[in-house]
Structure formats: structure tokens, C-alpha cells
């Protein structure tokens, strides 16, 4: 399969813990974006890698959340001293892009649904 | 604020009708309007609209742009079982790379 995947798809946190989720782009992907969606809600935007590096990040991304893209290929997004307001469908998208093209795509994964109890 | 407002919020019809779904986006610098598809996983793209006027096709879907009274439309004909899903709309803008989605139109096709 060479879309983009996500893991792990379900976590289950009591509240107070940290989580960690993963997303691996589509290999030739250099743009990669994490999405939250919580239920009856479209996706909404959290924050946006060029390779490695982090070039845009929501207001919705508090201090207790964190991602990062070492080496310009997976990423990680980690959130801290979860709170059951974080309970959301967590989607990771890629694409490939120069400059702010009109024709680029995003292609999402199939998200890490987190409930925080 | 850029926002993208979709309706019906949901709608129910049976095996064969035709549906038209509705996007309608304030901007500050648009750039070009997506149409996703979700059931119980990740979105999947079905159009993306750039050109005012112009019809995109894919099948028994087709989605059209009117840049100037700034909306969208995206018609399902001869509908399926296999069509009921929630339908996202996603604006690009000049300046940012991110998308600014709707909150989805839910349909579901009985048989």
C-alpha cells in the first residue's frame, strides 16, 4: 500500500497521559499536514511540515501539543497531559508541492481516532 | 475569517435520485475549492476546482465553481447505496497551505 498511513488507527488514554501517533506520507510526498476532526465537524488544520521543517501551526495547537518531522519523511505528533477535550479523529495528509500551487493535492490517512476517558 | 459553509447538513434519499450538494466559501485569496468524500475512515478526493465555470466529471459525479458568487455544487446522479457518505468542501488560499473545511454534507442512500 503506498498511501499514507497512520498509526496506531485507535488509543485509548486516560486523561492526564501523554499519547504519541504516527504518519508516514506517501514516499515522494515533501509536504506533510496533520488535521483533527472531532464528530460532526470537518477536518480543521493543526499544523504543516516542508520537510522537516514545521512552517505553520493553529492557534488550536495549545502548548501541550507537539510534532515534529526529523528527517523530512514520517512524522510524529505527541500530545501532553491529555484532557478529554482531545478526544478527536487525529488525520495526517501529504502532498507534493512547490511554492503555493494551485493544482496540489492532499491525500489523507486513515487517522488515529483517540478517546481520553 | 475564511470560512466554508456547506448545506444540506444532511439528506436522505433513495437508490436513484439525483442529489446536489452545496459549498459556498468567503475568501480572502482563493485559490482553488476541493470536494472530498469520507465514510468511516480517511477522506478521499474527488475534484478539485480552480476555473470559474468549468465542469469536472468523475462517473456518475460532476462539481462546478462559480468564482464570482463564490459556491460550489457537486451532483451525484442515479445515486447508490455505495454513495452514502459525508461529503467535505475545502478551500485553498493564496498564502497558506492549509485547507479550510466545511463541516460536511451527511448522505445516506436507501435502497
Known amino acids: 500500500d503506498t498511501g499514507v498511513s497512520q498509526d496506531p488507527r485507535h488509543k485509548i488514554t486516560k486523561r492526564g497521559q501523554n499519547v504519541t501517533f504516527r504518519c508516514d506520507p506517501i514516499?515522494?510526498?515533501?509536504?506533510l499536514y496533520w488535521y483533527r476532526q472531532t464528530l460532526g465537524q470537518g477536518p480543521e488544520f493543526l499544523t504543516y511540515f516542508q520537510n522537516e521543517a514545521q512552517l505553520e501551526k493553529s492557534r488550536l495547537l495549545s502548548d501541550r501539543f507537539s510534532a515534529e518531522r526529523p528527517k523530512g519523511s514520517f512524522s510524529t505528533l505527541e500530545i501532553q497531559r491529555t484532557e478529554q477535550g482531545d478526544s478527536a479523529m487525529y488525520l495526517c495528509?501529504?502532498?507534493f508541492g512547490q511554492g503555493f500551487s494551485q493544482q496540489e493535492t492532499q491525500y489523507f490517512g486513515p487517522g488515529t481516532r483517540l478517546l481520553v476517558l | 475569517e475564511d470560512k466554508v459553509v456547506q448545506s444540506p447538513l444532511s439528506l436522505v434519499v433513495h437508490e436513484g435520485d439525483t442529489v446536489t450538494l452545496n459549498c459556498s466559501y468567503e475568501?480572502?485569496?482563493?485559490?482553488?475549492l476541493l470536494w472530498y468524500k469520507q465514510e468511516k475512515k480517511a477522506p478521499t478526493f474527488l475534484f478539485m476546482l480552480?476555473?470559474?465555470?468549468i465542469e469536472k466529471k468523475s462517473g456518475r459525479l460532476s462539481s462546478i465553481l462559480d468564482k464570482k458568487e463564490l459556491f460550489s455544487i457537486l451532483n451525484i446522479t442515479a445515486t447508490q447505496t455505495g454513495d452514502s457518505a459525508i461529503y467535505l468542501c475545502?478551500?485553498?488560499?493564496?498564502?497558506?497551505?492549509?485547507?479550510?473545511f466545511g463541516t460536511g454534507t451527511r448522505l445516506k442512500v436507501l435502497a
Open positions: 475568501v480572502t485569496n482563493f485559490r482553488s
Open positions: 480552480t476555473s470559474s465555470g
Open positions: 475545502a478551500g485553498l488560499y493564496s498564502g497558506t497551505y492549509k485547507y479550510i
Open positions: 514516499s515522494e510526498h515533501n509536504r
Open positions: 495528509a501529504s502532498s
